[in-house]
């Protein structure tokens, strides 16, 4: 596999960091959450990279897109390097206005061309079907946004058929640990039996921070609390202030922050669009048209309804996820401390940020894998609920459940019984991640795993 290095400050070291090392970071936080020790420092190895220069390869046309600040830009120069291709920065004013002013004459040409933030000059994308129309053979171009695709009108038609996304997460916790995570693979491949009988040793405290501190290298390679929650509340008041608003015009700007903050209240939720816009007196319209504009900067996504056609008694209404579990808590102002409390609300709270912390995950390891085609989550009329079912193209089936206890009461396996029952033999596997320490077989395709089974390796 090719090494994705990412530096993450100016102060870090030049080797890779090791797993033990970033282990031990992880555990010195328990001390307190003013800890001075970052969770990461030097440089961290990205899985995504390989992923994105076998698909450059077939591809005429790649684009790499996801939130701001994962490392998009670090990625398309690793890309450029190794495919000798020209780099274009659409970020620096400069480049934009002399693109904007002649996009052809900077895409023309037989060597590769990498555009990093692409939809700030979305013209750019009909000279490259010009291009394309010239010279179409795989590889020519790599983009990168922090816009959705589709939520760009021209750029949703212009390369219709030639151009391949691949979405660009925050770091998982694999990456942030140094070790590959093939949990997702493993259940696909009939091996859940095989996870089973390992004792963890990952503590409640450690897997809170965890959630508390996500995914975003910056914020995790700062050394104190104050210093990460500065940076969350940065990104999201540049992301609503600057990203969104060149997307869109909004009339009612100060109702998006609002907006984004009801929404982290429902993380791992369905959505209940009606009762947020009700709480900020807009109509049920505007609120929608607002969401989907925070789901085209990667503030948030919803998880579709699956299954709809399986059963008769499935629900349709989807889930809202923060895109990452360090923002939702920030935005919920829910830090460690508030979180290791016994109190319902504590308990409640921290199941929905696992939930949100498992998800994106497991979202992250269906971007390294082929074959995915569709997430979601399956709940039913009768209050039977899977918090996420992934779906390969020949029709095989692996649903998870997230407990934050423990222990996993029997009756909690319910929900993907009947999930086993109404699939039949497209069900591969079904497992309930707690944060108990014991993995074991509950019954046959069905399975309870520590949620540190994610990144174990």
Not at 354 to 361: A, D, Q, R, S, Y
Request: aromatic content about 4%.
């Amino acid at each position: 596999m090719v090494q994705h290095r990412s530096r993450l400050s100016s102060s870090a070291g030049t080797g890779a960091p090791k797993p033990q090392e970033n282990a031990l970071q992880f555990r010195k936080l328990r001390i307190g959450w003013a800890t001075v020790n970052p969770i990461l420092s030097g440089i961290v190895s990205r899985r995504v990279e390989a992923v994105a220069l076998d698909r450059f390869r077939e591809e005429p046309v790649l684009l790499l897109q996801g939130p701001r600040s994962v490392g998009k830009s670090t990625l398309l120069g690793r890309l450029a390097n190794e495919s000798g291709a020209r780099l274009l920065d659409l970020d620096d004013v400069a480049t934009r206005d002399a693109v904007a002013s002649d996009p052809a004459t900077f895409v023309a040409g037989p060597e590769p061309v990498c555009i990093d933030e692409y939809q700030h000059v979305p013209l750019v994308l009909d000279a490259i079907k010009a291009e394309l129309n010239r010279d179409g053979r795989p590889g020519r171009f790599v983009l990168t946004g922090s816009a959705r695709h589709e939520s760009l009108p021209a750029a949703a038609q212009a390369l219709t058929g030639r151009l391949h996304r691949l979405p660009v997460y925050p770091l998982s916790q694999g990456e942030i640990v140094g070790v590959e995570e093939h949990l997702l693979g493993r259940l696909f491949a009939g091996e859940a039996g095989e996870l089973t009988g390992r004792t963890s040793s990952v503590a409640r405290e450690e897997y809170v921070e965890r959630i508390v501190a996500g995914g975003f290298p910056i914020p995790l390679a700062r050394g104190t609390a104050a210093g990460r929650s500065r940076w969350f509340d940065d990104y999201v008041r540049l992301t609503v202030e600057r990203d969104v608003r060149e997307l869109a015009r909004v009339e009612q700007a100060a109702v998006l922050p609002k907006l984004l903050e009801r929404l982290a209240s429902q993380t791992g939720q369905v959505l209940n669009l009606t009762r947020a816009a009700q709480a900020l007196h807009v109509s049920e319209r505007t609120a929608d048209n607002y969401l989907r504009l925070l789901e085209a900067v990667f503030l948030v996504h919803r998880l579709p309804a699956w299954g709809t056609t399986l059963s008769s008694r499935a629900a349709s209404r989807p889930k809202i996820h923060v895109v990452d579990s360090g923002v939702a808590a920030r935005l919920l102002r829910l830090t460690p401390d508030k979180l290791a409390r016994r109190d319902p609300t504590a308990l409640t709270e921290l199941g929905h940020l696992l939930e949100t912390f498992v998800v994106g995950e497991l979202m992250k390891q269906a971007s390294w894998l082929d074959g995915v085609s569709g997430v979601g989550h399956w709940r039913t009329r009768d209050g039977d609920e899977v918090d996420l079912v992934v779906e390969r193209d020949d029709g095989g089936v692996v649903g998870v459940e997230v407990k934050a206890s423990q222990r996993v009461d029997p009756r909690e396996i319910a929900p993907l019984r009947k999930l086993r029952d109404a699939a039949g033999s497209a069900f591969i596997a079904g497992v309930v991640l707690h944060l108990g320490a014991q993995s074991y077989t509950s019954e046959e395709r069905l399975h309870v795993l520590s949620v540190d089974q994610l990144w174990s390796g």
